[in-house]
């Protein structure tokens, strides 16, 4: 994945959730940003779901420039696969159903493949049994876990992951974890928020720390964590790593 | 109180305390307490009164009661349909970008919310009915039921669209459903369990503000009853079969949304 983001700014009232925010990176994996909380990593997320309109700026995903309009969005949302923090599964529908809406409705799947698509991802992660149950039925990571399943059945161009782990307990987290990290052994391409930080440095192939709104810096693990990152990064890392 | 007496009662009067389930012995014996208490009760007002029943002068005229109760019925459903469409759309219309459809909702909402149905019906009858030349009565009357319901449906509706969560409809938006798609596949299911029991309050209540267009000369069922109490002085059995009839169209409606209720459950 290619991703070129020039002079990204949205503000919500006066505060500057993006404030001129630039980021280019080549043939990367595994992007995880990392950063402190409000610092704009979930806004940057959003406007690359398509979810959000930057005020000003420009976004560009593989070399095809992201066009800001209701139509242009809607195909860009229909192709990019999200994950948020707080699951956002449909609590009416079954965790199988919650896979299969989107591959039926979305994707034109006839029922039968939807549900077969939707079963097999469901096996992946080690969900068959769960199929039929609602969401209040499964556990947080269950949850997610389903969340990922839905968004990885459409064949997504890539995934986005908003902190998916921070509403979880630490059993919880590592079911997550673990599925996230199959995900790039499958070569699947993904932004990921986090706050784990040494998961991070396991999965990343680039890391971009993102503070006020700007990007600080971005290149591999070693680089980030290592003596030669900028001092607002390793002032971070110093205050988050320390316990 | 003594410990079998405690065991005995809760036996055969009382759900289980965490679970709210209650075991068929205790369901009828409490349906029975309860239905013999009110009949009893009843019994007693009835002999202490000193009313004396006549059913022969009222039995009569059951074809005149039948023919207004299925006015009543035909009004009714017509306008329960009517009036959940047009309610659907003034909850759309209330949330629609286009400003003037809006403000268009807004105001049939609640200009009909805040003045008597009586005073409704004489001006969409005597005035709006007349005007564009609408004689049918029956059909007067459902047009006028729907556009009363319509804007309490509304309401109702509108409670339920936004009783669904902003991270829903921001889920539907990232999976990359239309606006369309999500009223269909997020919205409405979820909104529909809420509104359940509030839509069966605004139908029951329909069904017997139907009695009022007895006013523009309609022969539904009160109207019926009425003139049966006036042929036959029998006031208290005219309008004791009125309250039977309409039971009869309430009460399954109650149940039936009760049984939505269930099947719509899950937990949030």
């Not at chain 2, 075991?23 to 009828?28: E, H, K, L, V």
Request: net charge positive; hydrophobic share 50%.
């Amino acid at each position: 994945m290619k991703l070129s983001l020039t002079k990204l700014c949205r503000a919500f009232g006066s505060h500057r959730a993006l404030d001129g925010l630039s980021l280019e990176c080549e043939a990367t994996g595994s992007l995880v940003l990392i950063g402190p909380s409000g610092g704009g990593k979930s806004t940057l997320l959003r406007v690359l779901a398509g979810l959000e309109r930057p005020d000003s700026g420009t976004v560009e995903i593989n070399g095809k420039p992201l066009v800001f309009e209701e139509l242009p969005l809607l195909q860009h949302r229909r192709r990019t696969g999200v994950v948020f923090q707080g699951f956002n599964l449909f609590p009416h529908l079954s965790a199988l159903e919650n896979i299969t809406l989107p591959l039926t409705a979305v994707h034109g799947h006839p029922p039968e493949k939807a549900a077969a698509i939707g079963l097999d991802f469901l096996r992946r992660f080690q969900l068959e049994s769960h199929a039929a149950q609602k969401p209040a039925a499964l556990s947080g990571g269950q949850r997610q876990r389903v969340a990922i399943a839905r968004a990885l059945a459409i064949d997504p161009q890539f995934l986005l992951l908003d902190e998916p782990t921070s509403a979880l307990d630490p059993v919880m987290t590592a079911e997550v974890l673990e599925a996230i990290e199959a995900l790039r052994a499958q070569g699947r391409d993904f932004i990921l928020a986090t706050h784990e930080m040494g998961f991070a440095r396991r999965v990343a192939d680039q890391i971009a720390f993102i503070a006020e709104g700007r990007l600080v810096e971005i290149g591999p693990p070693e680089q980030l964590f290592g003596e030669s990152a900028a001092p607002q990064t390793r002032e971070f890392l110093a205050r988050v790593l320390r316990y | 109180m003594s410990r079998p007496a405690a065991s005995l009662l809760s036996r055969f009067f009382f759900a289980q305390p965490a679970t709210g389930a209650a075991s068929g012995a205790a369901r009828w014996c409490s349906a029975a307490l309860v239905g013999g208490v009110l009949v009893a009760c009843g019994w007693v007002l009835l002999r202490c009164s000193g009313l004396r029943w006549d059913w022969e002068a009222v039995g009569a005229y059951w074809q005149l009661f039948l023919s207004g109760w299925r006015t009543t019925v035909g009004v009714s459903l017509a306008a329960l349909l009517l009036s959940t469409l047009l309610g659907a759309g003034l909850a759309l219309a209330q949330r629609s970008d286009f400003l003037p459809l809006r403000y268009l909702a807004k105001c049939w909402i609640e200009l009909i919310r805040g003045t008597p149905l009586l005073v409704q019906i004489y001006v969409l009858f005597y005035i709006v009915a007349d005007a564009v030349q609408l004689e049918n009565r029956a059909l007067a009357g459902v047009l006028i039921l729907s556009v009363f319901s319509g804007a309490y449906l509304a309401e109702v509706f509108r409670a339920g669209i936004e009783s669904v969560g902003r991270s829903q409809l921001e889920s539907a938006l990232a999976i990359g459903l239309t606006r369309a798609q999500t009223y269909r596949h997020v919205i409405l299911p979820q909104a529909l369990r809420s509104v359940l029991p509030s839509l069966a309050g605004q139908f029951v209540s329909l069904i017997k503000d139907s009695s009022l267009l007895s006013v523009i000369g309609l022969n539904e069922f009160t109207q019926s009853a009425r003139n049966v109490a006036s042929y036959t002085y029998s006031n208290f059995e005219s309008y004791l079969l009125l309250a039977v009839g309409y039971l009869l169209l309430t009460l399954p409606i109650s149940i039936w949304t009760r049984r939505m209720e269930q099947r719509f459950r899950y937990e949030t």
